[in-house]
């Protein structure tokens, strides 16, 4: 398959504390982006890697990629119970103009 | 800016029965993709459309499976005969110009039943 796979299934956290995310793919990438999911709502993106960049901030969201690795990681700092969702990494495959492959996303719990 | 819209956002109906989901994208938006989410199976790409056009349909599980683009501001996707199987969150999502490789955008799903 070429879906991106993350890691791990599930993840319990304490308010607070900060929550890592990893994905990895097989083949080579175009970019990669993490989305956010709440209960019963649709997929909200998060931010977007190109292939040629190594880490993006957004607010609390850190992201690295490592193409050597064909792994990337999605880091909330100081994460709050709002933050308890199921979070999903999609890669665009080299060819650029190809959609998205969503891997089987992580369940965050962040508990108060 | 309203969102992705689609509608209902849950359909109960009995199996062999014919379902029509709809969606409205973001306006100016030019991809649009249809999605199903299984606990099983994640989230699968089932078609998408640019410009109107059907440009991927490998993912359309079955013939009783159909969708249509008639303008750029509408979209169905028809299930019939619908079978128990088929129970699923279907997600419409759209995204805008250059490639299908963009940020995209979901609506709210229609949350499925078939009994």
């Known amino acids: 398959s070429q879906q991106g796979e993350e890691d791990p299934q599930a993840l319990s956290i304490q308010e607070g504390e900060n929550a890592t995310m990893n994905c990895s793919y097989k083949?080579?990438?175009?970019?990669l982006q993490w989305y956010r999911q709440n209960s019963g709502r649709g997929l909200v993106h998060l931010i977007l890697?190109?292939?040629?960049?190594r880490e993006k901030h957004s607010g609390r969201l850190r992201v690295t990629l490592d193409t050597s690795k064909k792994s990337s990681s999605l880091l909330i700092t100081a994460s709050r119970a709002a933050d308890t969702a199921s979070y999903f990494c999609?890669?665009?495959?080299?060819?650029?103009?190809?959609?998205?492959?969503f891997g089987k996303g992580t369940r965050l719990s962040v508990i108060a | 800016d309203a969102g992705v819209i689609q509608s209902p956002r849950h359909e109960v109906t009995e199996m062999g029965q014919e379902v029509t989901l709809r969606c409205k994208p973001i306006?100016?938006?030019?991809?649009l993709f249809w999605y199903r989410q299984t606990m099983m199976r994640g989230l699968e790409l089932l078609i998408y459309?640019?410009?109107?056009?059907?440009?991927?349909d490998s993912g359309m599980p079955e013939d009783r499976f159909s969708a249509k683009m008639p303008n750029a501001s509408f979209s169905t996707l028809k299930i019939q005969p619908s079978e128990p199987r088929d129970s699923a969150v279907y997600f419409c999502a759209s995204s805008g110009t250059g490639s299908s490789n963009q940020p995209q955008h979901f609506g709210d799903g229609t949350r499925l039943s078939i009994l």
């Open positions: 890697i190109r292939s040629n960049e």
């Open positions: 999609a890669t665009v495959f080299n060819s650029g103009n190809t959609p998205l492959v």
């Open positions: 459309f640019n410009n109107n056009v059907p440009i991927d």
């Open positions: 083949t080579s990438i175009n970019n």
């Open positions: 306006s100016g938006h030019d991809y």
